[in-house]
């Protein structure tokens, strides 16, 4: 290296990068401690530890662990509707293209994620707190499922049956996904899905 040449740095990142790394951190390790161990067990400092965050960080985004939960449930819906659309535009035409579609959104029940927020949902049976900060997001969640299943399936979406067809086709799939809740592992969901698809797209013209 040349005398007096100097080796550049990186350049420094602002509070705000910091601070938005720190709180996807948060958000990770809350996921992956909410399907490994069910809300119940889920500590604030559980999640703090398996992100590398100090407890005062931790507290600095999210001050409970209601508030943690929102957070990844709030994230989780929009990440999910963005990969959806992302794959609006690949889809067949005809049968085949509302087939995919429903498949897409089926993707989105059959796995440990949906598992671990239904243990959420079952605990705001009880916790009044934790059902104030969920009902809402449920209904966000609706109808951005509503949204996706539209972009999806366009030459149905001006149906006047379609909003129906979406509010059951959603009935449906929780309804299988929760055969693995009693029975995981089992795959018992995806085995009744092909069947639960078939009827499905008969609800699509």
């Known amino acids: ?12 990142r602002s509070q705000a990068e910091r601070s938005a790394t720190t709180r996807q951190a948060l958000l990770d390790a809350a996921i992956e401690c909410l399907i490994e161990h069910g809300y119940s067990r889920t500590t604030t400092a559980m999640v703090a530890e398996r992100a590398g965050v100090s407890r005062g960080a931790h507290l600095h985004h999210f001050q409970t662990r209601n508030a943690l939960v929102a957070g990844v449930v709030e994230h989780l819906v929009q990440r999910r509707s963005e990969q959806l659309l992302e794959l609006a535009g690949d889809l067949p035409p005809g049968r085949a293209g509302v087939e995919r579609a429903l498949d897409l959104i089926w993707e989105g029940y059959d796995n440990p994620l949906w598992q671990a927020a239904m243990d959420l949902w079952t605990d705001a049976r009880t916790d009044p707190e934790l059902r104030a900060i969920l009902v809402p997001i449920e209904r966000e969640l609706d109808r951005e499922t509503a949204k996706v299943a539209a972009r999806l399936m366009p ?15 959603m009935a449906t799939m929780r309804g299988l996904a929760l055969l693995d809740t009693l029975h995981p592992g089992k795959g018992r969901s995806a085995k009744q899905w092909p069947s639960c698809r078939a ?4 609800l699509f013209p």
């Not at 006047?160 to 067809?165: K, L, S, T, V």
């Open 1 to 12: 290296m040349p005398n007096g040449a100097q080796t550049a740095s990186p350049p420094r």
């Open 155 to 169: 030459p149905s979406a001006d149906k006047e049956q379609f909003a129906r067809a979406v509010e059951l086709t």
């Open 199 to 202: 009827q499905l797209v008969e």
